[in-house]
């Protein structure tokens, strides 16, 4: 079975500095993808950025970028300019190929951001 | 974007009653829907597979009698807590997948559950 670990329970970073959240996981397939979910407190899970395995390019969108590295199975995620909004849980998940798969969740790093 | 509605948001209920929460695609049709509970602080657990027109898929530990699913059509999936109890009271949160290989899951906005 595929695990997901997020050695780090709570984060802070200055507002305007950059953070970057670790994720590892453990799979013997070669077909999967990637996600990062953001839980604010209104518990909305909010998807920040996904990763298909068989790109070697990481993934950005905005502010948010992650450094995969797939022969070590790390997927870390890099806010960058943190703002007061990006406070919030955040979830790595890892999903087999396929159109119905589940996801399965590390445990969370909480984000806290200082003004 | 693809939008999950989940309701109610939030329910109260005694102990020993039945509570049905609801889960619907409004843009897309989902074969497949996925249940989870989240306590406080915790991750995300996954309950159940809902598979549209067949039975859930149940994890392990689940009570399949207590959390009784249906996934009648397309769009919809509900989640029946049955005789609750104070301790079921939890986040139950719902996602679905437009079955494409590379589809996200998207979802619901949540449950809150309180047995009183």
């Known amino acids: 079975a595929q695990t997901v670990t997020q050695s780090q329970p709570e984060m802070s970073v200055q507002e305007a500095e950059t953070v970057t959240l670790s994720c590892t996981y453990d799979?013997?397939?070669?077909?999967?993808?990637l996600f990062w979910y953001k839980q604010p407190p209104s518990r909305q899970m909010i998807l920040v950025i996904r990763?298909?395995?068989?790109?070697?390019q990481n993934a950005t969108e905005n502010r948010f970028s992650v450094n995969f590295q797939k022969a070590a199975k790390s997927f870390s995620l890099k806010i960058s300019d943190s703002q007061l909004g990006d406070a919030a849980m955040y979830f790595c998940?890892?999903?087999?190929?396929?159109?119905?798969?589940?996801?399965?969740f590390g445990k969370g790093t909480k984000l806290t951001v200082n003004p | 974007g693809a939008v999950v509605s989940q309701h109610p948001s939030r329910v109260i209920c005694k102990s020993g009653t039945s509570v049905k929460i609801e889960c619907r695609s409004l843009d897309f049709q989902a074969t497949t829907m996925f249940w989870y509970r989240q306590f406080p602080k915790q991750s995300l657990m996954l309950m159940a597979t809902s598979n549209e027109g067949s039975k859930a898929t149940y994890e392990q530990g689940v009570e399949k009698d207590k959390f009784l699913i249906n996934h009648a059509s397309l769009t919809l999936s509900t989640l029946t807590v049955t005789s609750a109890h104070p301790e079921d009271s939890s986040f139950y949160i719902c996602s679905a997948s437009q079955d494409r290989a590379n589809s996200p899951l998207h979802f619901g906005n949540g449950t809150r559950l309180t047995v009183t």
């Open positions: 799979t013997s397939e070669s077909d999967y993808y």
């Open positions: 990763q298909e395995a068989y790109k070697q």
């Open positions: 998940a890892y999903r087999s190929g396929g159109g119905s798969e589940k996801l399965v």
